[in-house]
Nanobody, 124 residues
Framework: QVQLVESGGGLVQAGGSLRLSCAAS????????MGWFRQARGKEREFVAGIRWRGGLTDYSDSVKGRFTIARDSIKNTVYLQMNSRKPEDTAVYYCAAAIRSYSYARLDEFDYWGQGTQVTVSS
């Protein structure tokens, strides 16, 4: 079973930057499509960013385009989410996810493995 562990969450002021990390173990990391999702208080879990096999095609939700960047390091078996120009509405629990056979629509059921999440709070 693939295990994913997120880290890097915390409190940051609006306009600041934060980088989340997701360490993977137990599988062939380089062959997985990876994604970041978030779930705000009282909201449904939503797609944030994704990256295809071997760091190819990337995808971003409209709300984070131009501010967030997803990247992966196959040597460290880690995927990152660099978050710049943070806004209070970015406050949420952020989840790392892996898709064995990639994804087409960034739906929750397209991802096979999930981390436990890390809380990110952006103050105004």
């Amino acid at each position: 079973q693939v295990q994913l562990v997120e880290s890097g969450g915390g409190l940051v002021q609006a306009g600041g930057s934060l980088r989340l990390s997701c360490a993977a173990s137990g599988g062939t990391f380089s062959s997985y499509a990876m994604g970041w999702f978030r779930q705000a208080r009282g909201k449904e879990r939503e797609f944030v960013a994704g990256i295809r096999w071997r760091g190819g095609l990337t995808d971003y939700s409209d709300s984070v385009k131009g501010r967030f960047t997803i990247a992966r390091d196959s040597i460290k078996n880690t995927v990152y989410l660099q978050m710049n120009s943070r806004k209070p509405e970015d406050t949420a629990v952020y989840y790392c996810a892996a898709a064995i056979r990639s994804y087409s629509y960034a739906r929750l059921d397209e991802f096979d493995y999930w981390g436990q999440g890390t809380q990110v709070t952006v103050s105004s």
